[in-house]
């Protein structure tokens, strides 16, 4: 079976095509190199903004809250009653055990769902109480029936530390989170009394709900959790796996943030992190790297399909201009093929868009020319030679017919009995050679070297007529 050479069309276009395949698929590898962390970079961004305008939300939504708890400064007998407290533990505060109901009723909107209000005196004594719910709420913080984190009030209790402490736990009674904001109580003067503080438990979803405006909640795991203590408000549609990474990062941020640094990555997950300037409270949010590898995959998938229409496009270009770059050199070859099959007066076109082309097919149509002289010249050679070796035939073949003739007629003399008749005869013969064959050997006879017959005929003849005459 012949195999079958590329042609010059079917190597420019699988070169280009091959090329520009190449070149995509190089391409290809450096893209998604570089896209992960691109992605990552860009997906990360993206959160600590969001986070970042959440957390300028939510400083503005507990700036208000303190502003409201504030306002138990403008209750002037309620700080002198605590006033007198603080000097004398024996003080009776009976007469304000409503107050806290009057302040949660009249100084708080709805839209900060307060739960619980607590008031207390310099020496821990509870003055007042107010509870949405009585049934889920203890009477006193400090004797409940679960845990409320009272550990963080304490603690902030006994430090220096005059501003708004934010802390949480979690009510079982009511099944929910609770947000708690403690503030100290004081006077503003050079002895800077402490007079008791005042304790705020609102619902979680408060601050969910700000959470929720910001974050896309179904792809991402958002809490709020102030730095060494309990996260206070959670949201998001956590897989278990995220709810367990959460729990883990959490608990790291309650026991030991100060002695580990937080990682960027935790497993499969991403952890993105904002802080307030004013507030110990830090937005937190596990990101899965699922989605920043589903838009990755998105991109890889445009970039396929644009590299499937580049090659088609290309291959359609490249088709066209290898077209348009053959079709001398095809027609050339077909040409050069009818010529190879008898058409010999054919010639190719010598024309084209390269000047090597139509200098190709003239130097060809020059060569066929010359091919086509040389043979001619040849031919006439050839009859040349079969004419002069027919004449030398012939030349070899007239002396033997006449010493044939000459033989023939001695005999017939001989048979007659007539001596003169055949020494007439015979007297020629002996200038001519005895043997005809033209076959260049020696010759019998008195005339000639037997070199060549005709030379030694015509010697022959030469000496006959001179002994005749």
Request: with cysteine; net charge negative.
């Amino acid at each position: 079976m012949k195999h079958r050479r590329w042609t010059m069309r079917s190597a420019i276009l699988i070169s280009c095509i091959a090329c520009v395949l190449i070149a995509l698929l190089l391409q290809t590898f450096l893209f998604q190199r570089s896209l992960r962390q691109q992605i990552r970079t860009e997906s990360v961004t993206e959160n600590e903004t969001a986070l970042g305008r959440l957390q300028t939300d939510i400083a503005s939504f507990i700036f208000n809250f303190k502003s409201e708890m504030l306002t138990t400064y403008n209750e002037s007998d309620l700080m002198e009653g605590l006033r007198a407290a603080a000097s004398d533990e024996d003080a009776d505060l009976k007469a304000f055990y409503w107050r806290t109901w009057y302040l949660g009723r009249k100084r708080f909107t709805s839209d900060d769902r307060l739960l619980a209000m607590y008031l207390y005196d310099a020496n821990d004594n509870l003055v007042s109480t107010y509870r949405y719910n009585c049934t889920t709420f203890p009477r006193n913080i400090y004797n409940a029936d679960y845990d409320m984190n009272t550990e963080s009030v304490t603690e902030y209790l006994e430090s220096d530390r005059s501003d708004l402490l934010i802390t949480g736990y979690y009510n079982p009674d009511e099944g929910k989170n609770v947000v708690r904001f403690v503030l100290k109580l004081h006077t503003y003067d050079e002895e800077r009394l402490d007079l008791g503080y005042l304790v705020c438990d609102i619902d979680a979803a408060a601050l969910v709900t700000i959470m929720e405006k910001y974050v896309d909640v179904s792809q991402v795991c958002l809490w709020l959790q102030p730095l060494g203590d309990r996260a206070v408000a959670v949201t998001g549609d956590s897989s278990q796996e995220q709810v367990s990474m959460r729990e883990e990062v959490s608990e790291i941020i309650e026991n030991s943030y100060e002695e580990v640094s937080l990682g960027d990555e935790y497993e499969n997950y991403y952890l993105i992190q904002v802080g307030q300037e004013e507030y110990n409270l830090t937005a937190f949010a596990l990101v899965s790297q699922s989605l920043m590898t589903a838009a990755q995959q998105a991109l890889v998938r445009t970039l396929i399909v644009i590299m499937i229409l580049m090659i088609a496009a290309v291959g359609l270009f490249v088709i066209v201009l290898t077209g348009w770059l053959t079709k001398p050199l095809e027609e050339m070859r077909n040409s050069i093929e009818r010529i190879k099959n008898g058409e010999t007066d054919l010639r190719v076109q010598p024309a084209g868009w390269s000047e090597e082309v139509e200098v190709l097919g003239t130097e060809f149509n020059e060569m066929l020319d010359q091919i086509q002289a040389m043979a001619q010249e040849e031919y006439k050679y050839k009859l040349m030679v079969e004419r002069t070796e027919y004449k030398m035939l012939q030349a070899q073949i007239n002396p033997h017919f006449l010493y044939n003739t000459l033989d023939t007629m001695s005999g017939i003399a001989n048979a007659q009995n007539c001596p003169p008749g055949q020494r007439s005869v015979q007297l020629p013969v002996g200038y001519f050679p005895l043997q005809s064959e033209y076959d260049g050997r020696a010759f019998n006879g008195t005339a000639g070297d037997g070199a060549c017959p005709e030379l030694s005929l015509c010697d022959g003849c030469a000496q006959w007529f001179i002994d005749c005459l």
